[in-house]
Protein backbone atom coordinates (compact mmCIF):
# COMPACT_ATOMS: atom_id res chain seq x y z
CA UNK A 1 0.00 0.00 0.00
CA UNK A 2 1.40 3.47 -0.53
CA UNK A 3 -0.12 6.50 0.24
CA UNK A 4 0.34 9.96 -1.17
CA UNK A 5 0.00 13.13 1.09
CA UNK A 6 -1.01 16.84 -0.25
CA UNK A 7 -2.39 19.83 0.52
CA UNK A 8 0.15 21.71 2.53
CA UNK A 9 1.45 25.19 1.92
CA UNK A 10 2.39 28.24 3.82
CA UNK A 11 -0.79 30.17 5.83
CA UNK A 12 -1.04 33.27 8.07
CA UNK A 13 -1.51 32.45 11.63
CA UNK A 14 -5.40 32.25 12.06
CA UNK A 15 -5.77 30.56 8.32
CA UNK A 16 -7.16 27.12 7.37
CA UNK A 17 -5.43 24.40 5.25
CA UNK A 18 -6.62 20.99 4.08
CA UNK A 19 -4.96 17.73 3.98
CA UNK A 20 -5.73 15.04 1.96
CA UNK A 21 -4.22 11.24 1.41
CA UNK A 22 -4.79 8.78 -0.53
CA UNK A 23 -3.77 4.90 -0.75
CA UNK A 24 -3.01 3.08 -3.59
CA UNK A 25 -2.29 -0.52 -4.02
CA UNK A 26 -4.13 -1.98 -2.00
CA UNK A 27 -7.63 -4.27 -2.07
CA UNK A 28 -8.86 -3.98 1.70
CA UNK A 29 -10.34 -0.66 3.83
CA UNK A 30 -7.19 0.27 6.43
CA UNK A 31 -8.76 -0.14 9.82
CA UNK A 32 -6.31 3.08 10.73
CA UNK A 33 -5.71 6.23 8.77
CA UNK A 34 -4.48 9.51 10.09
CA UNK A 35 -1.70 11.90 10.58
CA UNK A 36 1.56 12.64 12.40
CA UNK A 37 3.73 15.56 12.03
CA UNK A 38 7.36 16.39 12.89
CA UNK A 39 8.59 19.58 13.38
CA UNK A 40 12.53 20.81 13.12
CA UNK A 41 14.45 19.76 15.97
CA UNK A 42 11.62 17.52 17.51
CA UNK A 43 10.28 14.29 17.60
CA UNK A 44 7.60 12.93 15.78
CA UNK A 45 4.38 13.07 17.25
CA UNK A 46 0.37 12.21 16.69
CA UNK A 47 -1.93 14.74 15.52
CA UNK A 48 -5.17 12.51 14.44
CA UNK A 49 -6.46 9.01 13.76
CA UNK A 50 -9.90 7.76 11.90
CA UNK A 51 -10.62 4.34 12.64
CA UNK A 52 -12.66 2.14 9.68
CA UNK A 53 -15.69 2.82 11.95
CA UNK A 54 -15.43 6.53 11.84
CA UNK A 55 -14.23 6.91 15.65
CA UNK A 56 -11.88 9.62 15.56
CA UNK A 57 -9.17 10.75 17.83
CA UNK A 58 -6.90 14.06 18.21
CA UNK A 59 -4.19 15.33 19.84
CA UNK A 60 -4.91 17.87 22.76
CA UNK A 61 -3.05 19.82 20.72
CA UNK A 62 -5.25 20.19 18.08
CA UNK A 63 -8.71 19.19 19.88
CA UNK A 64 -11.35 21.84 18.65
CA UNK A 65 -9.37 23.43 15.82
CA UNK A 66 -8.56 20.15 13.44
CA UNK A 67 -10.81 17.97 11.86
CA UNK A 68 -10.50 14.48 10.63
CA UNK A 69 -12.59 12.74 7.62
CA UNK A 70 -12.27 9.83 5.90
CA UNK A 71 -13.85 8.02 3.12
CA UNK A 72 -13.55 4.33 3.17
CA UNK A 73 -14.30 3.47 -0.28
CA UNK A 74 -11.24 5.45 -1.48
CA UNK A 75 -9.54 4.90 1.13
CA UNK A 76 -8.71 8.68 1.48
CA UNK A 77 -8.18 10.35 4.91
CA UNK A 78 -8.42 13.92 4.69
CA UNK A 79 -7.25 16.35 7.92
CA UNK A 80 -8.98 20.34 8.44
CA UNK A 81 -6.99 22.58 10.12
CA UNK A 82 -8.68 25.60 11.21
CA UNK A 83 -7.19 28.48 13.29
CA UNK A 84 -3.69 27.20 12.87
CA UNK A 85 -1.10 28.60 14.74
CA UNK A 86 2.98 29.17 14.36
CA UNK A 87 3.42 25.89 16.27
CA UNK A 88 1.68 24.09 13.94
CA UNK A 89 4.69 24.11 10.97
CA UNK A 90 5.85 20.51 10.55
CA UNK A 91 5.83 18.06 7.74
CA UNK A 92 2.61 16.08 7.85
CA UNK A 93 2.73 12.70 7.64
CA UNK A 94 0.28 10.16 6.64
CA UNK A 95 0.24 6.62 8.10
CA UNK A 96 -2.55 3.59 7.96
CA UNK A 97 -2.23 0.61 9.14
CA UNK A 98 -4.78 -2.61 8.02
CA UNK A 99 -5.87 -3.56 11.29
CA UNK A 100 -6.78 -0.82 13.95
CA UNK A 101 -4.64 -0.82 17.31
CA UNK A 102 -5.30 1.06 20.55
CA UNK A 103 -1.92 2.14 21.04
CA UNK A 104 -2.74 4.41 17.98
CA UNK A 105 -0.91 7.34 19.19
CA UNK A 106 1.94 4.97 18.88
CA UNK A 107 3.97 5.66 15.38
CA UNK A 108 6.02 2.71 15.76
CA UNK A 109 2.47 0.46 15.09
CA UNK A 110 2.08 1.78 11.66
CA UNK A 111 2.67 -0.56 8.39
CA UNK A 112 2.34 2.44 5.77
CA UNK A 113 3.96 6.23 5.71
CA UNK A 114 3.19 8.97 3.38
CA UNK A 115 5.98 11.39 2.19
CA UNK A 116 4.98 13.91 4.13
CA UNK A 117 3.73 17.64 3.06
CA UNK A 118 4.93 20.73 4.42
CA UNK A 119 2.78 22.95 6.66
CA UNK A 120 4.26 26.37 7.78
CA UNK A 121 2.51 28.65 9.95
CA UNK A 122 3.59 32.57 9.90
CA UNK A 123 3.33 34.94 12.76
Known amino acids: VQLQASGGGLVQAGGSLRLSCGAS????????MGWFRQAPGKEREFVSM???????YYADSVKGRFTISRDNAKNTVFLQMNSLKPEDTATYFC??????????????????WGQGTQVTVSS
Open 95 to 112: VGRAVWNVQYYDLNVYDY
Open 25 to 32: GGTFVLGA
Open 50 to 56: RRENNQK
